[in-house]
């Protein structure tokens, strides 16, 4: 099987790469239309700022491709917020996959420090990406932006609010946490990512 990472500017490659080969998976990493096109699946990890991220993927013609996909898509972190339709960070245009728009945590509570950086647990799963894994299970997050509850939500999690920590739509799924930082729990999703 031919699990293909995109690379752009957004590091978290390295450590997602041992995940998959802890799995049992080597992965291709290429920023190249055919490798992408050619894989059986499709991981879109990210670390980063959505504007530098998205100039990256339209001078590659990435953007293009990646709404081209037929095959089950992962997109982590950055990757699923840029596959929303709109980022508040520096005002981005995104790919628009899913209709639901990113914005930045707005904190009432001093105790809630912005950007959330740890473990959080997800709930109301849907779909067979949370296969065997138990509503409240605990994920780990980074991050200052999130994408809103909407039509194509499949986990939620709480922090200044309810907001979407998966969503899936056709053969895109995005998840906000890192699963190779989850732990068995991020194990069991990529592997559920990996026997779609």
Same mark, same amino acid.
């Given at each position: 099987?031919? =699990?293909v990472m995109i690379k752009y500017n957004a590091g978290n490659v390295q450590s997602l790469k041992y995940a998959l080969e802890r799995i049992g998976i080597t992965p291709v990493i290429s920023d190249e239309p055919g490798e992408i096109l050619s894989a059986d699946k499709i991981i879109f990890?990210?670390?980063?700022e959505a504007s530098s991220a998205m100039k990256y993927l339209k *001078?590659? !013609?990435? &953007? *293009? =491709? +990646? %709404? %081209?996909?037929?095959?089950?898509?992962?997109? +982590?972190?950055l990757g699923m917020q840029l596959m929303c339709s709109h980022s508040e960070e520096? &005002? @981005?245009?995104?790919?628009g996959i899913f209709p639901e728009k990113v914005k930045l945590f707005k904190s009432t509570d001093s105790s809630q420090? =912005?950007? %959330? =950086?740890?473990?959080?647990? +997800?709930r109301d799963l849907k779909?067979?990406?949370?296969?065997?894994i138990s509503d409240n299970s605990y994920s780990? /997050?980074?991050?200052?932006?999130?994408?809103?509850? !909407?039509? &194509? @939500? +499949?986990? @939620?999690s709480d922090y200044c609010g309810a907001y979407s920590s998966a969503?899936?739509?056709?053969? /895109?799924? !995005?998840v906000q946490f890192h699963p190779e930082k989850s732990a068995s729990v991020g194990e069991s999703i990529l592997k559920n990512f990996i026997n779609l």
């Open positions: 099987m031919k =699990i990890p990210g670390v980063g *001078e590659k !013609g990435l &953007d *293009e =491709i +990646i %709404q %081209q996909v037929s095959q089950p898509f992962l997109g +982590i972190c520096n &005002d @981005t245009p995104c790919l420090k =912005i950007p %959330q =950086i740890g473990w959080n647990n +997800i779909s067979d990406l949370f296969k065997n780990y /997050f980074v991050h200052s932006y999130f994408a809103d509850l !909407g039509s &194509d @939500t +499949i986990a @939620t969503l899936h739509k056709q053969n /895109f799924y !995005g």
